[in-house]
């Protein structure tokens, strides 16, 4: 019985009598927009910026030979 009343009351139209005007309405648009660019960018930086560095490390591992990892070994002050 109270799930019947609870949803005959939640199914009624009310009126709200409030105004929502333009500027509500970019708000809420701006909001939505700042908490998606921050979710992109807690990915990039939790994922992307590591990947990035792994791949760095082992492209330029590869590149360097035997010369480029004795540099600076025979230099004298």
Do not use: D, H, T
């Amino acid at each position: 019985m109270p799930i019947l009343i609870f949803l005959i009351i939640f199914l009624s139209a009310f009126s709200a009598e409030a105004y929502i005007g333009p500027g509500l309405g970019s708000g809420v648009i701006g909001v939505v927009l700042g908490i998606l660019a921050a979710i992109v960018l807690a990915v990039v930086g939790v994922i992307w910026y590591p990947l990035k560095r792994v791949l760095k490390k082992r492209s330029g591992a590869q590149k360097e030979g035997p010369i480029a990892k004795n540099k600076g070994q025979g230099r004298s002050l």
